[in-house]
């Protein structure tokens, strides 16, 4: 990320002092990204506000424990993926899959022009967010971390807590086990 | 005719380039089809994953975070007065624990001031020789009749029986 204003690490200095304002510069240029991370993980608007919101308050109350030089995001994504993972213990059940995004799929993907397409595509992605419910949480995590696409496989790793061949190991397979579940669920043979 | 694994088309999808799988993909169709299934997969992925809540959401979203660390960080009532003063004196009625513990208390003094009148009922009437020990015994509870023994002056207690209905002179 490179953002205009003061570098990350002069910011991430001054909250250590308990700069307030420099603080709240950080959420303004992490909370998009903090908050795609949260709706990856919890499919659900209502939760990924409530998460990503925690997120930074937890971040602010261990900001004097981070280690100025290193990158914020994998961080702020690692405090993120641990509440969501005790979100789905609390609740003793996995994310939540709305229908939001299915309802909202035509703006926001474009696909409104061809009405068999936009069917289609609505249908597979309805069987796609289901079969990925199914999948095991770490394999979601390491998915939905990947599928943002603003992550390396080291800062993946980082946000895990986890070395990076468990990453590419956990994303091969849980790529292989969606493929298979997608596979089932539409009558294929894998 | 070995083929790629999934891992290895995985990491190929992630940009990983080996001289070994790019030469099988050069020559195998299986292969290249399965790397372009994966790649669609993670691209309705990436779709299904992805949700933006607009520029309104996030004009605020710092002041929101700034409010519920204030908000955390708010002392606590520093003691039960405090938290009476803070409620009001009947807060407590909209309390579920302090109204339970309330019927609790209310249940306990009930119960204690049926025993006494009990005790006293039973206790005046052997004393005065009107009731037998048996008519006693056969209506008291065991509980109720420890308690009467315990009312009991001590030369009074072979009177009182040992279980209901059993005694019988």
Known sequence: MSPAGPPDDALIAAAQRGDQAAFAEIVRRYQRAVYRVAYALTRNAADADDLAQETFVRAWGAIGRFEIGQPLYPWLARIGTNLAYSLFRTRKRRPETPLE???????????????????????????????????????????????????????????????????????????????????EGSGETP | MNHLTDEQLAARLDGSRSPDAEGHLAGCEECRARLAELSSLDDALARALDHDPGEAYF????????????????????????????????????????????????????????????????????????????????????????????TLPPERGPGVPQRPGTARR
Not at chain 1, 154 to 159: K, L, P, W
Not at chain 2, 77 to 101: C, E, H, I, Q
């Open chain 1, 101 to 183: 995004p299915l309802l909202e799929a035509g703006q926001q993907w474009g696909v409104e022009d061809d009405p068999a397409e936009h069917l289609a595509r609505s249908e597979r992605d309805e069987r796609l967010r289901t079969c990925f419910v199914a999948l095991a949480p770490e394999h979601q995590a390491v998915l939905a971390l990947r599928a943002i696409k603003d992550l390396s496989y080291d800062e993946i790793a980082q946000a895990l807590n986890v070395p990076v061949g468990t990453v590419m190991s956990r994303l091969s397979r849980a790529r292989a086990d969606l493929r298979r579940r997608m596979q």
């Open chain 2, 59 to 150: 004009a605020s979203f710092a002041d929101r975070v700034a409010a519920r660390i204030a908000q955390d960080a708010a002392p606590a009532p520093a003691s039960a007065t405090a938290d009476v003063t803070r409620r009001g004196l009947f807060g407590w009625w909209n309390s579920p624990r302090a109204l339970a513990w309330a019927g609790g208390a209310v249940a306990v003094v009930a119960v204690a001031a049926l025993a006494v009148v009990i005790t006293r009922d039973h206790g005046v009437r052997p004393l005065a020789g009107r009731t037998a020990p048996s008519e006693v015994g056969s209506t008291a509870a065991p509980h109720g009749a420890n308690e009467l023994r315990a």
